[in-house]
């Protein structure tokens, strides 16, 4: 099971990578592979705010249905548009990223965290495969 | 963890890298490469599934036509000799207490197949009501694996694996055959919507047969597809349209209780359930989107009363629909009324389908 050190994690399986500025917000290759293929996602509106351990969207597959937890607090700055389906031009999204390339081309959104930022609440690479080894994964 | 039983394909599936569910007390695939992949190769070539957790039951002796007939819906003294049947068995009060094939090797000689969670429950109710000491009810569960081939190119891979030439037999029939020299039923019967088979063989042998259909590019499928494929053929899964609390009527298996038959057990309930216009009954939504919906969520009229639930919902990878199953008042059962579906902070709108969603076009 490898889950970059950069990152940091949620106890509900999602992903943050912190540039400074953005956090990108992904599910881990654990929580992909435990949903199966994704049939459906819905994301937050840009702008619109997310709070840290709140429900921020729903990913489903054909087995079953999860929602996404916020890491932090803020507004969503950006959507991954690959995933999403374009309604101007009638392209679907692009689900399998999350599936191919969970902690990659698969992250959902980038958040513009609240000041004053801190990643403290969230689990090492380290914290979480303890905790992923402490279910029996 | 280790208390689950595991199939004579267990280690097969681990190897593979399947991921393995408890079901029903027994550790089995889910998927091996994934559950989207794994529905399409049924629909469109061949797919193979261990189905060893299905409960095999034998009934036998002199009494076993009349035990059976006696504790199913459907009518067992007129099958023919290598005929299947599809039954339910019923309680005193009409619930169904299992759905089950019924196989006829001779006058007084069957084969039950039953699900998994029921097997228990089904082999206690025939000892039961078992005529007398002649009637022998033998659970050949853990000695036998079952293997599933279904989809469009099922006929032609197990062609010539078997002594006698299993495209052949016609739909709902079964036959015993030899494997080498290994003896085997199969029958031409299935859970998918597709033609297709169902063996059955002592569990040291399902290996080599498992092997051999691999190798002839079927592809090996886990429960998470056989979930999906017969919710798009819209058939009915115990724990989830069937229930003990369910009578077959509701659930729109009439054809599968016969009436015209002498007494059998939860018939007089039954026959009051069929006047009964204020039951839900069984229905096929299709949903607006791509979200599913999954069993418990509320059904709901266009105008927001509830008037129904859920039993199985999920986006079905072929039809590329969103569909569900729902028991609904019959006052909103008709084909094309509008309903709603009531999700944690969503609501879903939907419109009444018939079932079968999926109907395969018969082969030429």
Redesign the interface.
């Known amino acids: 099971m490898h889950n970059p050190p950069d990152l940091r994690y949620t106890p509900t399986h999602e992903w943050v990578r912190w540039d400074g500025e953005l956090a990108t917000v992904g599910i881990t290759r654990f929580a992909v592979e435990q949903l199966t293929e994704p049939t459906y996602l819905e994301l937050p509106a840009l702008g619109s705010s997310v709070e840290a351990g709140k429900p921020f969207g729903v990913i489903e597959s054909v087995k079953s249905t999860s929602d996404l937890y916020a890491p932090l607090s803020g507004v969503v700055a950006e959507r991954n548009s690959e995933l999403l389906d374009d309604p101007a031009s009638g392209r679907q999204g692009n689900l399998a990223l999350i599936l191919e390339d969970p902690f990659g081309r698969g992250w959902l959104i980038k958040i513009r965290p609240q000041p004053p930022v801190s990643l403290e609440h969230l689990l090492t690479a380290e914290q979480y495969e303890a905790q992923l080894a402490a279910e029996g994964h | 963890?280790s208390t689950l039983l595991r199939t004579a394909l267990y280690d097969w599936h681990l190897a593979q890298g399947a991921?393995m569910v408890p079901f029903a007390g027994w550790s089995m695939p889910?998927?091996y490469e994934?559950?989207?992949a794994e529905?399409l190769a049924v629909r469109k070539e061949a797919g193979m599934f261990d189905i060893s957790h299905m409960g095999r039951l034998r009934c036998q002796g002199a009494g076993a036509t009349q035990l059976l007939d006696y504790v199913c819906t459907n009518a067992i003294a007129p099958m023919h000799t290598g005929q299947v049947r599809y039954s339910l068995l019923c309680h005193e009060r009409g619930g169904v207490l299992d759905d089950v094939l019924v196989y006829r090797w001779a006058e007084e000689e069957f084969s039950l197949v039953v699900n998994a969670a029921n097997r228990d429950k089904v082999l206690a109710w025939l000892e039961q009501h078992r005529p007398s000491a002649a009637v022998q009810i033998q659970d050949e569960t853990r000695a036998t694996a079952m293997v599933a081939v279904q989809g469009p190119a099922a006929a032609a891979a197990v062609a010539d694996l078997f002594a006698d030439d299993l495209r052949r037999l016609k739909y709902y029939f079964a036959c015993r055959t030899w494997c080498g020299s290994t003896a085997v039923w199969a029958s031409r019967t299935g859970y998918t919507g597709e033609d297709g088979f169902e063996i059955v063989l002592p569990a040291e042998a399902a290996l080599e047969l498992w092997e051999r259909l691999r190798g002839r590019g079927v592809k090996p499928c886990g429960l998470?597809a056989r979930?999906?494929l017969r919710l798009e053929a819209g058939m009915p899964l115990y724990g989830h349209e069937l229930t003990e609390e369910i009578n077959p009527i509701q659930a729109g298996l009439a054809w599968a209780v016969k009436f015209s038959k002498g007494d059998f057990i939860g018939r007089s309930a039954l026959e009051q359930a069929r006047q009964d216009r204020t039951l839900p009954v069984r229905v096929g939504l299709e949903i607006e989107?791509?979200?599913?919906a999954?069993m418990g969520h509320r059904v709901l009229s266009a105008e927001g009363q509830a008037v129904g639930t859920v039993t199985s919902g999920?986006?079905?990878?072929y039809l590329e629909l969103?569909l569900a199953m729902a028991y609904v008042l019959p006052d909103y059962a008709a084909v094309g009324t509008p309903l709603q579906i009531e999700l944690p902070g969503a609501f879903l709108r939907a419109a009444v389908v018939p079932l079968p969603f999926y109907k395969r076009t018969p082969a030429g």
């Open positions: 963890m991921r889910l998927q994934g559950i989207v529905h998470g979930d999906t989107g791509r979200r599913a999954r999920s986006f079905c990878p969103s």
